[in-house]
């Protein structure tokens, strides 16, 4: 799906300074849902109480799948985070995966996992609109 890679970039709009906040930021930000990960991981292997009744024994496994989902939610999100820090080891963090346009100091502290620069990511939005809208 990239369309441009930003590896040709010579000169890269952030600083080495910017640069190292975001590493820092990304790497604290994994830190923090590996922790909650982990938590929640000892937790589920806690609970395996049976119940005497079908309706609480449903009400916790229903509580189970929404902490499931919630961690392969968190998996998704560390796999970014991961892809992120990649993507500052070989100089292309910051750059849209699809016009190779900078993405933007605020629009990175806003999301630092952002991979398209807001033009990009509106007209996925309105792709994604439209398409729901066909069906």
Same mark, same amino acid.
């Given at each position: 799906?990239?369309v441009?890679?930003?590896?040709?970039? %010579?000169?890269?709009?952030?600083?080495?300074? #910017?640069?190292?906040y975001?590493?820092?930021?990304?790497?604290?930000?994994?830190s923090?849902?590996?922790? $909650?990960?982990n938590?929640? #991981?000892?937790?589920?292997k806690?609970?395996? %109480? %049976?119940?005497?009744?079908?309706?609480?024994?449903?009400?916790?496994m229903?509580?189970?799948?929404? +902490?499931?989902?919630?961690?392969?939610? %968190?998996?998704?999100?560390?796999?970014?985070?991961?892809?992120?820090?990649?993507?500052?080891d070989?100089?292309?963090?910051?750059?849209?995966?699809?016009?190779?346009?900078?993405?933007?100091?605020?629009?990175?502290?806003?999301?630092?996992?952002?991979?398209?620069c807001?033009?990009? #990511? +509106?007209?996925h939005e309105?792709? $994604?609109?439209?398409?729901?809208?066909?069906?």
């Amino acid at each position: 799906m990239c369309v441009y890679s930003a590896k040709m970039k %010579v000169d890269h709009y952030l600083t080495d300074a #910017q640069l190292d906040y975001f590493r820092s930021r990304l790497l604290k930000w994994r830190s923090e849902l590996l922790n $909650e990960t982990n938590s929640t #991981q000892s937790k589920l292997k806690g609970e395996k %109480v %049976v119940e005497a009744d079908d309706l609480d024994t449903a009400s916790n496994m229903s509580n189970q799948m929404l +902490e499931l989902r919630s961690k392969d939610r %968190v998996r998704k999100l560390i796999h970014k985070i991961d892809k992120a820090l990649a993507r500052i080891d070989d100089g292309t963090y910051g750059y849209c995966e699809e016009t190779g346009e900078p993405i933007g100091v605020k629009r990175l502290e806003a999301r630092p996992i952002a991979t398209l620069c807001i033009s990009a #990511q +509106e007209q996925h939005e309105k792709n $994604e609109r439209e398409y729901r809208d066909d069906d």
